[in-house]
């Protein structure tokens, strides 16, 4: 089970992530470099992706790392965020997974681990995978469409779907609960609890 992080408030939040995003674009730089990006090509090589492969999903990790304060990669498909974690599908894919996860364990099988909020990019689950465990920790959705969710927590715990006005727009019931088709467009952040 994963502890709970201390919450910040969302106003102290979306001013963070104002101040410090220069910062975080400085450190994590486009592109990725040193031992860190020659781990993840050594990674995307023995995936069997193709150079052309490796190279579109470094660019989906850029554009995240470029655009989210504090975000940083940690697999050649995983980004650290803070309250959080995000998984790209391989080239080729529906369904991001975690390639840290052993092929038995409950995260990679169960897709959404418990005590978590996840959202996905598309419908039905797939596409790319936000992971999120930490209350009242608003976390930026780049998503539009349709995309969908699972609330994986306590049944005493609702997830908080955020305006463009960073006012609470819709929560979810409490845990277990999901919406398959659910629509992203007026979702700015996103909260497990």
Known sequence: MKKRLLAVPFAVAAALAVCVAPAASAATGAGGSGAGQAGFSAQARDLGLSGAQARSLQDRVDDYLAKTPGASQVAVNKIALPGGELLLPLPGEERARDLAAKADS??????????????????????????????????????????????????????????ADGNVGWTSPGGYSEDRAAPWGWVYWLSPC
């Open 106 to 163: 409950p995260a990679l099988s169960s897709g959404c681990p418990y005590t978590y909020v996840c959202a996905y990019s598309g419908t039905n689950f797939t596409g790319e995978e936000l992971r999120l465990f930490t209350c009242n920790y608003p976390v930026r959705i780049y998503w539009t469409g349709t995309g969908s969710w699972i609330n994986n927590q306590r049944s005493t715990l609702y997830a908080r779907f955020y305006g």
